[in-house]
T-cell receptor
Framework: LAKTTQPISMDSYEGQEVNITCSHNNIATNDYITWYQQFPSQGPRFIIQGYKTKVTNEVASLFIPADRKSSTLSLPRVSLSDTAVYYC????????????FGAGTRLFVKA | EAQVTQNPRYLITVTGKKLTVTCSQNMNHEYMSWYRQDPGLGLRQIYYSMNVEVTDKGDVPEGYKVSRKEKRNFPLILESPSPNQTSLYFCASNSYSGRADNEQFFGPGTRLTVL
């Protein structure tokens, strides 16, 4: 399984765009990149998943360069309710098989 | 409503007293997993199951047992709990459809305290 490295924490202000980068140098050919969001005392919630280039949904965008050794989760115009821990996972599924979550990035959005 | 349920949500017990945390999903998912979450350590996988009667160890299986006799249920068993198993536990399930948008669905969590 590819190990991931993320910043431990980030601060932002309401209305700003937030970019969280994840490093995964040993990503395998069949691996997808998946991001989850977790609020305190709740289970993680799927945000977005991608394989290469750019993926966008109603919540976020995921940018993956050609070498796929890193990825960036982009949250447009964050609000206070986006304060949470964000996890980057790499694997051949969105998890469920042998899965490594890592410590995640704690995002704190200020008014 | 599609969901993963866990019971109990909170449990305080004593060292050595066997306990079972139940997990059930109503989405007909093949995969199910158990995780524990401790401050500063993120989520660590305990066991996972790829289908009925097929289970395997995650990163931190010591002190835990699981079984998968039915597709919808995946109980976590602590035969002889110890204080270092005090943690927040999450059950999750997902279906491997071969598509890119394959996500895990998590239960609400079980907060276990072992005295």
């Amino acid at each position: 399984l590819a190990k991931t490295t993320q910043p431990i924490s980030m601060d932002s202000y309401e209305g700003q765009e937030v970019n969280i980068t994840c490093s995964h140098n040993n990503i395998a050919t069949n691996d997808y990149i998946t991001w989850y969001q977790q609020f305190p005392s709740q289970g993680p919630r799927f945000i977005i998943q991608g394989y290469k280039t750019k993926v966008t949904n109603e919540v976020a965008s995921l940018f993956i360069p050609a070498d796929r050794k890193s990825s960036t989760l982009s949250l447009p115009r964050v609000s206070l309710s986006d304060t949470a821990v964000y996890y980057c996972l790499v694997g051949d599924r969105g998890g469920g098989f042998k899965t490594i979550f890592g410590a995640g990035t704690r995002l704190f959005v200020k008014a | 409503e599609a969901q993963v349920t866990q019971n109990p949500r909170y449990l305080i017990t004593v060292t050595g007293k066997k306990l079972t945390v139940t997990c059930s999903q109503n989405m007909n998912h093949e995969y199910m997993s158990w995780y524990r979450q401790d401050p500063g350590l993120g989520l660590r996988q305990i066991y996972y199951s790829m289908n009925v009667e097929v289970t395997d160890k995650g990163d931190v299986p010591e002190g835990y047992k699981v079984s998968r006799k039915e597709k919808r249920n995946f109980p976590l068993i602590l035969e002889s709990p110890s204080p270092n198993q005090t943690s927040l536990y999450f059950c999750a399930s997902n279906s491997y459809s071969g598509r890119a948008d394959n996500e895990q669905f998590f239960g609400p969590g079980t907060r276990l305290t072992v005295l």
